[in-house]
């Protein structure tokens, strides 16, 4: 009996022990990526797969307010201690447009390994945590308004002055989150260089489908060469796949026009 009990301790223990090296293990290669970051930023997630093959993910979370951000865990049962929450490039992700089966845990399986190994990292986090992390954003959803001119003048005119010097997304952002889109667009000629835009002019529509003027100066002109062949081929238009030409680019006024 003596023995049986032993033998029970010996297994408790190297179980125990087994499952805190492994541990140990996990935190020691996600700490290396992630002090390494360097390597991963501005890169496919394929790379990052490809360095984490004795480490796979197992499930994994993704909420979206403007911003993707996932977060991965390397455990089948949840008692993995430590996660990586990334935040994608969202330029990258307009490409894409979409992802799916957000704001719930997921299996990592070869679909999603598929789905996400294009995407491009913008920041990697390692945390010690058990549980997944509900990430939040604003205040919830904002009224709606039938004139797009009450969010311009109360909101745009408070906080414009947070957008300047921020990338345009931003206020991609600010719109999406007040029911409004870009439907078109005027790109207005650098003065001093006919090659370069310095001034766009956004045409906007809301959910009521009334429509506002917002001028953006950029902090950097954009080249017309950019533009060009959206312009050929949307006209005034704004579509998606335009929008990556602007959504990195920073703002350095903004004002609305009626």
Not at 124 to 143: C, D, Q, W
Request: glycine share 2%.
């Amino acid at each position: 009996m003596n023995s049986y009990i032993k033998s029970l301790f010996v297994f408790g223990f190297m179980s125990l022990f087994h499952k805190a090296n492994a541990q140990l293990d996990t935190l020691q290669l996600l700490k290396k990526i992630e002090i390494n970051q360097k390597d991963y930023i501005g890169k496919s997630f394929s790379k990052l797969l490809n360095d984490l093959k004795k480490l796979p993910p197992e499930k994994h979370y993704t909420t979206y307010n403007c911003l993707y951000e996932s977060q991965f865990f390397f455990s089948k049962d949840d008692k993995n201690k430590y996660k990586m929450t990334i935040r994608w490039d969202y330029s990258m992700i307009y490409k894409a447009e979409v992802l799916e089966d957000i704001n719930k845990l997921n299996i990592f399986d070869k679909k999603t390994e598929h789905d996400y190994k294009n995407l491009i990292v913008k920041r990697i986090t390692i945390t010690n945590t058990e549980g997944v992390h509900v990430m939040s954003y604003g205040r919830g959803a904002l009224k709606k308004y039938e004139n797009p001119y009450v969010y311009l003048d109360e909101s745009l005119e408070r906080e414009k002055d947070m957008m300047y010097g921020e990338s345009f997304h931003y206020f991609i952002c600010w719109l999406q989150r007040r029911y409004m889109r870009i439907f078109a667009v005027e790109n207005v000629t650098d003065k001093k260089d006919s090659n370069k835009i310095s001034q766009s002019i956004f045409h906007i529509k809301n959910s009521f489908n009334k429509s506002a003027k917002v001028v953006v100066d950029w902090d950097s002109s954009i080249s017309k060469k950019q533009v060009m062949q959206y312009e050929k081929a949307n006209g005034c238009t704004f579509r998606n796949d335009e929008r990556n030409v602007y959504t990195n680019k920073i703002i350095k006024k903004i004002m609305f026009c009626k």
